[in-house]
């Protein structure tokens, strides 16, 4: 250094005594010596050079500046040093990069999901767009996956929204690591996720990939002390096998998906032809079935509980049926799984409370007595914030007494958060409301469960009396079922009851409610009222 002049003090803090005569090194951070060199390089060459470099002031701070230098020639123009002009960019440097900071976060945000960080769906969809462009010139197979968690909604109906988050950030994680580096998992929304993988030359490597990821799912997951057993749906289509569009791939993967939770859930699918009409219909079901909730195309059947020891009746339950316009009267095992996917249960249960509490409640004016109501609850129903509400402003506006009704809900229902069951159920039980364990034994309630559970009937699954009394097994878990009820002093009552024998067998073993085709099918209500008059 030959000359140092009062801005370069200014700007990093030593005085001229302290520079003139020293390696200008010493101004650079050691790892910005190298640019340091190459503009000297650059100046020596060209005669002057213009860039930025990070400099190190006599406190050790590190500013960026912007230099100008140009070489310095004696009168004979020959080289003899280099003069440097620098000026302090630091604070525009730090805008710029956290403006750069800022921008790189957008984008992210806008091409990702929030909760797990994986591509959203319009990353995914512009990935698989270039896969498709990419696959076509070089003649490749790939695969798309839908990738569906089975029972997700009734998890967060019952275990709270906090709880579904955790579950779908550690499923995210568990599906990520079942993929390779280049292929795409996306989530595209609530409990769905999509996945590309790429070169995919057989269905066998893709049944593999798909296999994996069920595999990935085995393990428990264990949130705040609570296990949870979390499966997917999986449904695949192949390019260019069934489709050479991104619409159309993606519609076959979601379609196959269907077919997945059709199967019993937690398994996977390849769309197939065959598939598309079954969705076709599935589709036209849901529009038609939102249709007959409003337009009252519903219809509550009555099904007479009779004390076989007298044959006198104790009560009913409701079950719907639908009147199509079209089809007749469509049974409730046709519509009633996809009212409970598609959250139209709800709608459905509280429809048939209407309905079932206001036609008790003209029987009883017309003096007659119909006993006790047993209405289906559904989980989801029970779950929601406002059933409670719901269900007083309804015995409100029938007159409908509390003490007539039996709620029944599944054993497998009530299993899937037995805590926050045992909360909903003491307050309906406090309400005065019974509650019926229905299609009891093909669950998998613990005994530790429902000692605790505000339960006044078990309801004995017809699938255990089909075979009775001739079937040792099916005698053996009946006969179990009706010594629980007893030992826990709980009403038994057995449904699906359709022979004498099987009446015999149920009152000799202690069963005497019993409910089935042997004393009466579900009746329309005009039946039923000829049946209470007779
Ligand atoms: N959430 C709601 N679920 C409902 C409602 N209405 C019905 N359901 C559920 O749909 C399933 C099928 O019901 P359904 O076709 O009405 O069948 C009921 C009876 O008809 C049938 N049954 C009665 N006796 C016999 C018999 O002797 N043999 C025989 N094969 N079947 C018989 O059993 C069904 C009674 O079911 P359960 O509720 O378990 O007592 C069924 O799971 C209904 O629960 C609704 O409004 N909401």
């Not at 000297?40 to 701070?61: A, C, V």
């Not at 620098?86 to 909760?115: G, R």
């Not at 017809?462 to 007893?486: G, Q, R």
Request: charged content about 25%; proline content about 3%.
């Amino acid at each position: 250094m030959i000359h140092w002049n009062h801005g370069a003090t200014e700007l990093l803090g030593y005085d001229a005594s302290e520079m003139i005569g020293r390696n200008i090194d010493i101004l650079y951070p050691e790892d910005e010596l190298k640019k340091a060199r190459w503009i000297k390089m650059q100046t020596l060459l060209y005669g002057s050079y213009r860039d930025q470099i990070r400099k190190q002031t006599k406190e050790g701070k590190v500013i960026y500046t912007d230099v100008s230098a140009s070489v310095l020639r004696d009168e004979k123009n020959r080289i003899v040093g280099i003069t440097r002009y620098s000026q302090d960019i630091t604070q525009k440097k730090e805008i710029e990069e956290a403006l750069l900071e800022q921008t790189k976060k957008l984008n992210f945000q806008a091409y990702h999901d929030p909760l797990t960080q994986l591509p959203n769906r319009t990353l995914f969809n512009d990935r698989l767009q270039q896969t498709i462009v990419y696959a076509q010139r070089h003649q490749e197979s790939f695969g798309v996956f839908f990738i569906d968690l089975d029972n997700f909604k009734q998890i967060n109906d019952t275990l709270g929204h906090y709880m579904g988050d955790e579950v779908l950030k550690i499923v995210a994680k568990r599906l990520i690591k079942c993929v390779r580096e280049e292929d795409t998992l996306s989530r595209l929304g609530g409990d769905e996720f999509t996945l590309l993988v790429h070169e995919l030359a057989t269905p066998e490597s893709a049944a593999k990939v798909a296999e994996k990821i069920m595999d990935a799912m085995k393990e428990p997951i264990v949130i705040d002390h609570q296990t949870l057993h979390v499966t997917v749906s999986i449904g695949i289509s192949l390019y260019p096998r069934d489709a050479i569009n991104m619409h159309d791939l993606l519609k076959y993967a979601d379609i196959a998906m269907y077919k997945a939770k059709e199967e019993g859930r937690n398994n996977y699918q390849f769309y197939s032809s065959k598939m598309m009409n079954i969705a076709l219909k599935k589709a036209t079901m849901e529009k038609e079935l939102r249709r007959a909730i409003e337009e009252n195309e519903l219809l509550v059947y009555y099904q007479p509980q009779i004390d076989a020891r007298n044959r006198s009746l104790v009560g009913v339950e409701a079950l719907v049926r639908w009147d199509h316009p079209e089809k007749g009267l469509v049974p409730p095992d046709a519509f009633i799984p996809l009212a409970e996917e598609t959250g139209l249960i709800k709608d459905l249960d509280h429809y048939v409370m209407c309905q079932a509490m206001s036609d008790m409640v003209e029987w009883q004016q017309m003096g007659l007595a119909p006993g006790i109501l047993s209405l289906n609850l559904s989980i989801s129903q029970l779950m929601k914030n406002d059933f409670f509400f719901k269900l007083q402003k309804t015995l409100l506006e029938t007159g409908f007494k509390v003490k007539w009704l039996t709620f029944e809900i599944t054993e497998n229902q009530v299993m899937l958060n037995p805590k926050r069951s045992i909360k909903k159920l003491t307050m309906l039980n406090q309400m005065g409301v019974k509650i019926s364990i229905d299609d009891f034994g093909t669950g998998y309630s613990s005994l530790a469960y429902l000692k605790r559970f505000p339960v006044d009937k078990l309801k004995i699954d017809k699938s255990f009396i089909h075979d009775l009394p001739y079937n040792a097994e099916d005698c053996a878990i009946t006969n179990a079922v009706i010594a629980l009820a007893e030992s826990l002093q709980l009403e038994i009552i057995a449904e699906g009851v359709e022979q004498r024998d099987q009446v015999r067998y149920l009152l000799e073993q202690g069963c005497y409610i019993i409910q089935g085709y042997h004393y009466s099918r579900p009746l329309p209500k005009k039946e039923m009222t000829e049946y209470l008059q007779r």
